[in-house]
């Protein structure tokens, strides 16, 4: 439950069109299941498809949190998000500043912007 009310405060602060917090950290956890690696309804029976059911993922600092899906990992229920790819971060240049080609929405027409994969960050 901590973690669900995390990424309510994060999602919170995605309003707006200030640079995200920037993370130099080289794992995060899987925020597809969670951290928890299984699905919740089948247990280990069902590892997580994005990290292996490690709960963990290394990904290559700095990162920021998923624009697309605020952090959770997911679009429309089970589907992973295609923008992080069901991680919840992405990973940004160390000089990263507002998307140029989409001035920081992350969105382009009805698809996300491809410069800043949605981030608004490139
Ligand atoms: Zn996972
Ligand atoms: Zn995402
Ligand atoms: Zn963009």
Redesign the pocket.
């Known amino acids: 439950m901590e973690y669900a009310q995390e990424v309510l405060a994060k999602s919170g602060k995605l309003k707006g069109r200030r640079i995200r917090d920037k993370r130099f950290v080289d794992s995060v956890t899987c925020a597809y299941y969670k951290g928890t690696g299984v699905d919740p309804k089948y247990g280990n029976m069902s590892r997580c498809p994005i990290c292996g059911a490690s709960g963990q993922i290394k990904v290559n600092p700095p990162v920021v949190t998923c624009r697309k899906c605020f952090g959770t990992g997911r679009e429309g229920g089970d589907l992973s998000c295609l923008a992080c790819k069901g991680v919840g971060v992405v990973s940004v240049s160390q000089e990263a500043g507002t998307?140029?080609?989409?001035?920081?929405?992350?969105e382009?027409g009805i698809f996300y912007?491809?410069?800043?994969k949605?981030?608004?960050i490139?």
């Open positions: 998307c140029p080609a989409c001035k920081g929405t992350g382009a912007c491809t410069t800043c949605g981030q608004g490139a």
